[in-house]
């Protein structure tokens, strides 16, 4: 009998939490998914070509629309970005700055692999 490994992925909603999201297997390089939060609110969790996570609020600040997981993902001066498919504003994937409006982010999520 052969045993399979999967890895899950988690995000950290909370200072002292930690939520399933999914198999870290699911996730396609340069793609996002979107995952609902216990308290309601979503989290767009992405995986780059060079396998690493990150996760962010899926609502677009500059419309309301929880479309950030549906962005490209690319990088500017070596920073990971998604851009928003509505208006293409580029949001940094490890601070959640908006990388065309200095005044606005998004909130970033702690992940890990376990």
């Known amino acids: 009998m052969t045993t399979t490994m999967t890895t899950t992925l988690e995000l950290s909603p909370s200072p002292d939490s930690w939520v399933t999201v999914c198999e870290e297997a699911r996730l396609t390089p340069g793609r996002g998914v979107a995952v609902l939060l216990p308290d309601g609110r979503?989290?767009?969790?992405?995986?780059?070509?060079a396998g690493r996570t990150y996760a962010i609020d899926n609502r677009d600040p500059?419309?309301?629309?929880?479309?950030?997981?549906r962005g490209l993902i690319g990088s500017a001066d070596g920073r990971p970005f998604v851009a928003s498919p509505l208006l293409k504003q580029?949001?940094?994937?490890?601070?959640?700055?908006?990388?065309?409006?200095?005044?606005?982010a998004v909130t970033v999520y702690p992940v890990r692999s376990i």
């Open 90 to 104: 580029r949001f940094d994937l490890e601070t959640g700055r908006c990388l065309d409006d200095e005044e606005v």
């Open 62 to 69: 500059f419309t309301g629309a929880q479309v950030l997981s």
């Open 42 to 49: 979503q989290a767009a969790v992405f995986r780059d070509r």
